[in-house]
């Protein structure tokens, strides 16, 4: 097997070549490698878990030349890919030509990072295998680079040398003593250098390391509470006279902190959280002082202290409600009269009840209880349900004085089709008539609904005195044709 050692900026890696299967791309290696034509070469091309590319002197990724181009120049400047027998890109680290893009390689070539890409198959030689340094390929593979795959730090080539080499020189191929000092265009870079320590943590201790890394994880979620709009700014600093209190009593009031903390200084607030429905104590506060010296002294002495049976906690507070603006608003005593309860230092939005939209859902065996009849009705349903439910109950009254009289057997049917006949007219008078006085009252009472409500009901009264007397009427004449027939 022959071999070829590449040192590079990460380290050293070994590739075996396939020079049987491609003696002419084996040989086009070799010679470069020979002639030190890879030195200071950069890898231009990183993409992660993909491959990773060198090869091209002016690291633009379109220069380079075969050497048979290097002697010749000219037409020789590439040379036709070697695609038999097949060979593929299998597994990771495998070594091929690149294709310029018309079947032909020059000097460039590539490594793979990545398993099974066969859509590089058919268009790029395989020529070689890693045989060593697969974690250096790991290195440059995770490579910070731009959007173009190129790696912020150089990463180069430094020298090749070449293991065995079975093939002879080509005519006109001049091998120097010593590697060439490379030119400064190669050289320069507007990248970080190759060989420049970038270590930021070299003399550090361990206890340094982690100070840093701390302050580097709160500056970024820092900025993205900025962002989520939960603080103002990402260098926002919560007050340092405010204190956190936890582990409270439930039992424990605002006035009661107040009065504990106040012998440490001036108090500008204490607030006991609590929740916004019920009003119960969350056991945890805040207290403002108007001096930090003295929120100091009250952090070192009232930790652990026992207030109301329990040991609280005390800390420094790290909420920036204060710095952002929202506040909680205070309820007044008439407020709190009102809410029921005990001024716990926070207002409560009512929500309001809104029944009407909705109507009521029943078994299909079970009926609506009586009072939730009209819910979800407009009103003019309501009313003519009521007209119904009277008419229901005249119609019942009729019935049982004809059945309590002699002589209905035999006239009652035809005064009964007569009333039925008549009905519908006396309906559409009442109806009209009902229609009429409610829009006198909406347009007197709108404001007033208890006048509505008093208006509607003395509507309901005088039409059914009225219809008592309309069935009053009509028994009686029922009556006298009933004698009339019997005489």
């Known amino acids: 097997v022959m071999s070829v050692l590449i040192e590079t900026s990460k380290g050293d890696i070994v590739i075996d070549l396939f020079v049987e299967e491609r003696p002419k791309c084996c040989i086009n290696f070799l010679k470069l490698c020979k002639i030190k034509f890879y030195n200071f070469c950069l890898f231009h091309n990183v993409q992660r878990n993909f491959l990773v590319q060198t090869g091209d002197p002016t690291s633009s990724g379109g ?19 070697e695609l038999l027998p097949r060979l593929n890109h299998v597994k990771v680290g495998t070594v091929s030509m690149a294709d310029n893009g018309s079947g032909c390689h020059g000097s460039q070539f590539f490594i793979t990072t990545g398993e099974n890409l066969e859509y590089l198959n ?11 340094g697969m974690d250096v390929l790991t290195a440059i593979n995770e490579a910070y680079c731009d959007k173009d795959g190129r790696p912020y730090q150089d990463i180069r080539i430094y020298h090749t040398l070449i293991l065995e080499d079975p093939f002879e020189d080509p005519e006109g191929l001049v091998v120097s003593e010593r590697s060439p000092s490379p030119p400064p265009e190669v050289v320069k870079s507007d990248r970080i250098g190759a060989a420049e320590d970038i270590d930021e943590f070299k003399g550090k201790t361990e206890v340094e390391v982690k100070e840093i890394l701390s302050s580097r994880e709160s500056k970024a979620n820092a900025h993205i509470l900025e962002m989520v709009g939960d603080i103002p700014d990402a260098d926002a600093k919560p007050p340092e006279n405010v204190l956190f209190v936890c582990k409270l009593n439930p039992a424990t009031t605002d006035e009661d902190l107040e009065i504990i903390f106040s012998r440490f200084g001036p108090i500008v607030s204490c607030e006991v959280i609590r929740d916004q429905k019920t009003g119960d104590s969350l056991q945890y506060a805040f207290i403002e002082f108007e001096n930090e010296e003295d929120c100091t ?12 049976d329990r040991r609280i906690h005390v800390d420094f ?10 506040n909680r608003r205070k309820l007044s005593s008439e407020e709190d009269k009102k809410v029921g309860r005990a001024n716990d230092g926070l207002a409560t939005k009512k929500k309001d009840i809104k029944g009407d939209n909705y109507e009521m859902v029943f078994e299909e065996d079970s009926e609506p209880p009586q009072d939730t009849q009209d819910v979800g009705k407009s009103k003019e ?17 009729e019935g049982a004085g004809r059945r309590g009289r ?20 006396r309906h559409s008078r009442d109806k009209d008539r009902h229609h009429e006085r409610r829009n006198e009252d909406s347009q007197h009472h709108r404001a007033n ?3 509505a409500k008093r208006s509607e009901r003395l509507g309901d009264d005088s039409r059914g005195r009225e219809r008592q007397r309309e069935g009053r009427r009509s028994r009686s004449r029922s009556r006298s044709r009933g004698r009339k027939e019997r005489r």
């Open 63 to 81: 220069g380079g030349q075969s050497i048979w181009g290097v002697l010749k120049g000219g037409k020789y400047r590439t040379f036709e890919a």
């Open 297 to 308: 002294k009250a952090y070192f002495k009232m930790d652990n202290v026992l207030i109301d």
């Open 317 to 326: 507070s790290q909420s920036l409600a204060k710095v952002k603006g929202v």
């Open 122 to 132: 058919g268009k790029h030689t395989v020529f070689g295998e890693v045989a060593e």
């Open 406 to 425: 002699p002589g209905d057997r035999h006239g009652g049917g035809r005064d009964r089709d007569r009333e039925d006949r008549d009905r519908p007219s």
């Open 381 to 397: 349903q309501k009313y003519k349900g009521r007209e119904q439910k009277d008419e229901r109950r005249d119609h019942s009254e």
């Open 449 to 451: 609904s208890d006048g």
